[in-house]
């Protein structure tokens, strides 16, 4: 099937449609439904309700499955595909067989079998396609069959039927149809008493015409009949259509409630979802914005140290000053006394240990603790610069910095103690 469709593209339609791999895959996906499994591709010409002649198109002839009464019926369609397909909707035509008639004012179908639906009147390019086209045509025509059977005779309709229609749409009585041809032919014509012949013949005519007006009377009740049966057929048959179309309705109801109800429980579940999911998203939230004020915390006493540390450098930079300059002096007055002779010992240089020698306990444990307090500031100023040259994490920074102030405290409160000792009692070695 889909090697005939590649050929008759190829072949005959070349270059009639615009969009001939989306018409491919349209055709080949309704071949593949049980709707289209009997509508065969082939070419010929589109003519318009106008009378124009388009060139040949690609036509899918076949039967189209309906459901009537829980029984399947195939009608016969051809479906053609315009050259500005799928921006154009196709055109379908109900082709009835000869034994078969298209029903009168359908409400679908038109008395030259084209076929006018909804489905068609709205069709857009990208929404609709052929297979949902046959899947509304089966669903209309199941409901409203567009065809019916053509009786095998139909009844002869004599003159009577014109005595009938004088009557109205319900012709008389045997009697009084009687009655009133008898008023209008005499049952008996006058005849000479001396001329039995043209009696006899007059008896034979006026038997003659009665015989007629009988017969004609016989057909107008026959007429009239046929068009009472005529009647009740088709009040039965509206009768048929109102209880199909009051059921289609119900069932259309029915559907709409059941389309309803689960689409009202879909959207409680994606309420359901998106209500956890948004939970679980604030929930995060409050944990970022914690997380978020704790490091601030830590980044702010980070500052704080920070400048803490700076300004203890900016004392030990003043205090290194002041020991420079002292070092300086005293290496001044050390080459004053070299050159006045007061030591003979002038080639050998004195060692900086040997400056500040202490002369009893409490001064050597100072001087320790002092040179102490001082290698913390040393390694304070070493830190900040790591830090500043990102050389050490902040965490391994503050660690650090926690326990040599830690240290540096205890130093310098066992300085005060022992400063407070040799206050109190200077003369103690």
């Given at each position: 099937m889909a090697n005939t469709l590649q050929y008759l593209l190829s072949r005959n339609l070349s270059g009639v449609y615009r969009d001939p791999q989306r018409l491919i895959r349209?055709?080949?996906?309704?071949?593949?439904?049980?709707?289209?499994?009997?509508?065969?591709?082939?070419?010929?010409?589109?003519?318009?309700?106008?009378?124009?002649?388009?060139?040949?198109?690609?036509?899918?002839?076949?039967?189209?499955?309906?459901?009537?009464?829980?029984?399947?019926?195939?009608?016969?369609?051809?479906?053609?595909?315009?050259?500005?397909?799928?921006?154009?909707?196709?055109?379908?035509y109900v082709r009835p067989v000869s034994s078969m008639a298209i029903k009168e004012n359908h409400r679908h179908v038109g008395r030259d079998g084209m076929v006018y639906m909804p489905y068609l009147h709205e069709w857009g390019a990208q929404t609709h396609d052929l297979r949902e086209l046959c899947v509304w045509m089966s669903s209309l025509f199941g409901s409203e069959p567009p065809c019916y059977a053509r009786p095998a005779g139909a009844p002869r309709v004599s003159a009577a039927s014109n005595v009938a229609a004088s009557y109205g749409s319900r012709p008389p009585a045997y009697a009084q149809a009687t009655q009133s041809t008898t008023n209008t032919y005499s049952p008996y014509v006058a005849a000479s008493n001396s001329n039995n012949n043209r009696s006899r013949e007059a008896e034979e005519q006026e038997r003659r015409k009665q015989q007629q007006i009988e017969k004609e009377v016989a057909e107008a009740n026959l007429a009239a009949k046929i068009a009472r049966e005529e009647s009740l057929k088709e009040a039965k048959l509206k009768a048929e259509q109102s209880r199909l179309q009051k059921d289609h309705e119900e069932k259309l109801s029915s559907m709409r409630v059941m389309a309803t109800s689960?689409?009202?429980?879909?959207?409680?579940?994606?309420?359901?979802?998106?209500?956890?999911?948004?939970?679980?998203?604030?929930?995060?939230?409050k944990l970022l914005d914690y997380g978020k004020e704790e490091i601030q915390q830590l980044l702010k006493e980070g500052e704080e140290r920070k400048e803490e540390l700076m300004a203890l450098n900016d004392e030990m930079d003043v205090a290194v000053k002041k020991l420079e300059g002292w070092l300086e002096a005293a290496e001044i007055q050390q080459q004053q006394e070299g050159e006045n002779g007061n030591n003979n010992s002038s080639s050998q240089s004195s060692k900086v240990d040997q400056i500040a020698l202490p002369v009893d306990t409490h001064s050597s444990q100072m001087l320790?603790?002092?040179?102490?307090?001082?290698?913390?500031?040393?390694c304070f100023y070493f830190l900040d610069q790591s830090l500043a040259q990102k050389n050490i994490p902040l965490k391994v920074f503050l660690e650090e910095v926690r326990k040599l102030s830690k240290r540096q405290f205890t130093v310098k409160a066992h300085l005060i103690k022992i400063r407070d000792a040799k206050a109190s009692n200077p003369f103690d070695g």
């Amino acid at each position: 099937m889909a090697n005939t469709l590649q050929y008759l593209l190829s072949r005959n339609l070349s270059g009639v449609y615009r969009d001939p791999q989306r018409l491919i895959r349209d055709v080949e996906t309704l071949q593949k439904t049980s709707l289209g499994r009997n509508l065969n591709p082939t070419t010929e010409p589109l003519t318009s309700n106008d009378g124009s002649v388009t060139p040949s198109v690609l036509v899918l002839n076949g039967t189209l499955p309906m459901v009537y009464r829980n029984v399947t019926y195939n009608i016969p369609i051809d479906l053609y595909l315009p050259p500005q397909y799928p921006q154009r909707a196709p055109i379908v035509y109900v082709r009835p067989v000869s034994s078969m008639a298209i029903k009168e004012n359908h409400r679908h179908v038109g008395r030259d079998g084209m076929v006018y639906m909804p489905y068609l009147h709205e069709w857009g390019a990208q929404t609709h396609d052929l297979r949902e086209l046959c899947v509304w045509m089966s669903s209309l025509f199941g409901s409203e069959p567009p065809c019916y059977a053509r009786p095998a005779g139909a009844p002869r309709v004599s003159a009577a039927s014109n005595v009938a229609a004088s009557y109205g749409s319900r012709p008389p009585a045997y009697a009084q149809a009687t009655q009133s041809t008898t008023n209008t032919y005499s049952p008996y014509v006058a005849a000479s008493n001396s001329n039995n012949n043209r009696s006899r013949e007059a008896e034979e005519q006026e038997r003659r015409k009665q015989q007629q007006i009988e017969k004609e009377v016989a057909e107008a009740n026959l007429a009239a009949k046929i068009a009472r049966e005529e009647s009740l057929k088709e009040a039965k048959l509206k009768a048929e259509q109102s209880r199909l179309q009051k059921d289609h309705e119900e069932k259309l109801s029915s559907m709409r409630v059941m389309a309803t109800s689960k689409v009202e429980y879909e959207l409680q579940v994606v309420f359901r979802d998106a209500k956890d999911d948004l939970r679980v998203t604030l929930k995060n939230q409050k944990l970022l914005d914690y997380g978020k004020e704790e490091i601030q915390q830590l980044l702010k006493e980070g500052e704080e140290r920070k400048e803490e540390l700076m300004a203890l450098n900016d004392e030990m930079d003043v205090a290194v000053k002041k020991l420079e300059g002292w070092l300086e002096a005293a290496e001044i007055q050390q080459q004053q006394e070299g050159e006045n002779g007061n030591n003979n010992s002038s080639s050998q240089s004195s060692k900086v240990d040997q400056i500040a020698l202490p002369v009893d306990t409490h001064s050597s444990q100072m001087l320790q603790l002092a040179a102490e307090n001082a290698a913390i500031d040393d390694c304070f100023y070493f830190l900040d610069q790591s830090l500043a040259q990102k050389n050490i994490p902040l965490k391994v920074f503050l660690e650090e910095v926690r326990k040599l102030s830690k240290r540096q405290f205890t130093v310098k409160a066992h300085l005060i103690k022992i400063r407070d000792a040799k206050a109190s009692n200077p003369f103690d070695g």
